[in-house]
């Protein structure tokens, strides 16, 4: 269950148990779960406008991409899918002629350019995932309340090699401020190193532009120091054997990394190679499964009414 142990490199197996069609019956009509629960979230989208770049291709369009927009993507104020055909409905744009790994940057490159050159204005954060990401959205606008979005920053499971300061994990998913993403368009319509057209590993390319427009890499571990943005599905994390054994994690992850249940930050926002089935399953765990008696968040209404104030 939630993909444990899947090879980096090997994405999920797309045969899945349940058949495409009645994962997308098992969508539920309300994005955030119960009507009554969501005040506080429905407040934050309103304070937090966050867009997603998706990168797809046709061939994953019914096995991933449309289960993407049943679950998270949902979540967000807005989003678009970037692949190699355009499609109205999902929707995507065609950003490439044909479909590898050679050209997952170029796609970056023009999800992110797409995005500035069309709804710059329109939203405070920029987040790219790919279609075997899963994101707890509400978490992300938590992360990000803090932050001013015309301050140029890039938020991400952060590695330590072949950039100075670093580089955000591209199948974790990363977040660009809007100040940010202005900057790095700029850099990748003009003749900056790193955000030309080219090949090279798409996470590592946002990086070395990011560095070479003076956008800043920041720390995204939450007040205990657990990380926020995960390569790996929740029981790949959690599982100390398998984490142990992942050895290239260790060596590129910029922070020590924890096992167990204190792998993962109460508040995560994301994890990679998650198949459609597993997404169905976190939507219910994460927005309809309640332990009866146990209320978390019991200070949420003094948050919404403060919120509600600051208007």
């Known amino acids: 269950m939630f ?11 797309s045969t899945e148990v349940i058949s495409q069609t009645r994962l997308l019956s098992l969508s539920s009509g309300s994005v955030h779960g119960h009507d009554y629960d969501h005040m506080l979230a429905d407040e934050m989208a309103k304070r937090v406008r966050v867009f997603a770049v998706i990168l797809t291709m046709p061939k994953s369009k019914e096995v991933k991409a449309v289960h ?14 970037v692949s190699s055909e355009e499609d109205k409905n999902l ?3 065609r950003a490439v002629s044909s479909e590898s790994r050679n050209v997952l940057w170029e796609k970056t490159r023009q999800g992110l350019l797409y995005a500035y050159e069309n709804h710059f204005n329109d939203y405070d954060f920029f987040m790219k995932a790919d279609d075997d990401t899963y994101v707890i959205v509400e978490n992300l606008r938590f992360i990000l309340l803090k932050w001013d979005p015309n301050e140029p920053i890039l938020m991400g ?3 330590k090699k072949f950039v100075k300061q670093g580089y955000t994990s591209g199948g974790a998913g990363y977040v660009l401020s809007r100040g940010a993403l202005k900057l790095i368009a700029k850099g990748m319509n003009g003749d ?3 955000c030309r057209k080219g090949r090279g590993a798409e996470d590592v390319n946002l990086g ?23 390569p790996f599905p929740p029981a790949y994390m959690i599982d100390k054997k398998t984490m142990e054994a992942t050895s290239w994690v260790h060596s590129y992850n910029y922070f020590p990394i924890r096992t167990g249940l204190n792998c993962c930050s109460d508040h995560s926002v994301s994890f990679h190679y998650v198949s459609p089935s ?5 939507d219910y765990l994460i927005y309809h499964l309640h332990p009866y008696g146990i209320a978390r968040d019991i200070e949420q209404y003094d948050k919404l009414l403060n919120l509600r104030n600051a208007t």
């Open 208 to 230: 070395t532009c990011a560095e070479a427009v003076n956008v800043t890499l920041v720390d995204s571990l939450d007040e205990h120091e657990q990380e926020i943005f995960h």
């Open 3 to 13: 993909g444990c142990c899947r090879d980096r490199n090997v994405p999920p197996n």
């Open 68 to 81: 993407v927009k049943a679950t998270w993507a949902r979540r967000f104020n807005g989003y678009v899918f």
């Open 157 to 159: 499971r952060r590695f």
């Open 192 to 194: 900056i190193r790193g």
């Open 91 to 93: 929707p995507s744009i």
């Open 278 to 282: 597993e997404m169905y399953t976190l």
